[in-house]
T-cell receptor, first 109, second 111 residues
Framework: EDKVVQSPLSLVVHEGDTVTLNCSYEVTNFRSLLWYKQEKKAPTFLFMLTSSGIEKKSGRLSSILDKKELFSILNITATQTGDSAVYLCAVGAGNMLTFGGGTRLMVKP | DAGVTQSPTHLIKTRGQQVTLRCSPKSGHDTVSWYQQALGQGPQFIFQYYEEEERQRGNFPDRFSGHQFPNYSSELNVNALLLGDSALYLC??????????FGPGTRLTVT
């Protein structure tokens, strides 16, 4: 059975801190790994990773995939209160996404 | 460009009843997937529709069924509702093998 595990479960930091969120997976027929941010309802797309070792970057957020060790990290630098959310990691295999349980990030002023 | 839209926003049903949720995909997208997200958990894949056919199904009972229309919009039907069906139901769309974009969800409460 496909499995995606995220850590930590929750995290509290102060504005300006840097955070690293982890995602490990065990899936057959791996296609891609995706990161989403979920604030209230709709998860919003952040990154899709398909190749090992290539960092994807968008502003203060960046992510990288290691297909040999089966994990990915999401980094957020200079955190802001608007970064407070649940961050979801999902692995695409076949036609479906398998999600981890999410990491709840709270950024305090 | 409208993103993925879902209706209704929320609804309350009684055990044993049936419910239909609706989804319109993002413009240009032809594939629709449905997910169930229980409180405090990640979304779980229910099924995916492409070219009006169910292409893949997750580990959900036959009480969960769906449909895709020629304009790519989709419905999720749940029969014989159980208390455990209370959740946020998310629809996601994509074109080809691109990333999936999610709608705002329908919050279903079963009493």
């Amino acid at each position: 059975e496909d499995k995606v595990v995220q850590s930590p479960l929750s995290l509290v930091v102060h504005e300006g801190d840097t955070v690293t969120l982890n995602c490990s997976y065990e899936v057959t027929n791996f296609r891609s790994l995706l990161w989403y941010k979920q604030e209230k309802k709709a998860p919003t797309f952040l990154f899709m990773l398909t190749s090992s070792g290539i960092e994807k970057k968008s502003g203060r957020l960046s992510s990288i995939l290691d297909k040999k060790e089966l994990f990915s990290i999401l980094n957020i630098t200079a955190t802001q209160t608007g970064d407070s959310a649940v961050y979801l990691c999902a692995v695409g295999a076949g036609n479906m996404l398998t999600f981890g349980g999410g990491t709840r990030l709270m950024v305090k002023p | 460009d409208a993103g993925v839209t879902q209706s209704p926003t929320h609804l309350i049903k009684t055990r044993g009843q049936q419910v239909t949720l609706r989804c319109s995909p993002k413009s240009g997208h032809d594939t629709v997937s449905w997910y169930q997200q229980a409180l405090g958990q990640g979304p779980q894949f229910i099924f995916q529709y492409y070219e009006e056919e169910e292409r893949q199904r997750g580990n959900f009972p036959d009480r969960f069924s769906g449909h895709q229309f020629p304009n790519y919009s989709s419905e999720l039907n749940v029969n014989a509702l159980l208390l455990g069906d209370s959740a946020l139901y998310l629809c996601a769309s994509r074109m080809g093998v691109s990333e999936q974009y999610f709608g705002p969800g329908t919050r279903l409460t079963v009493t």
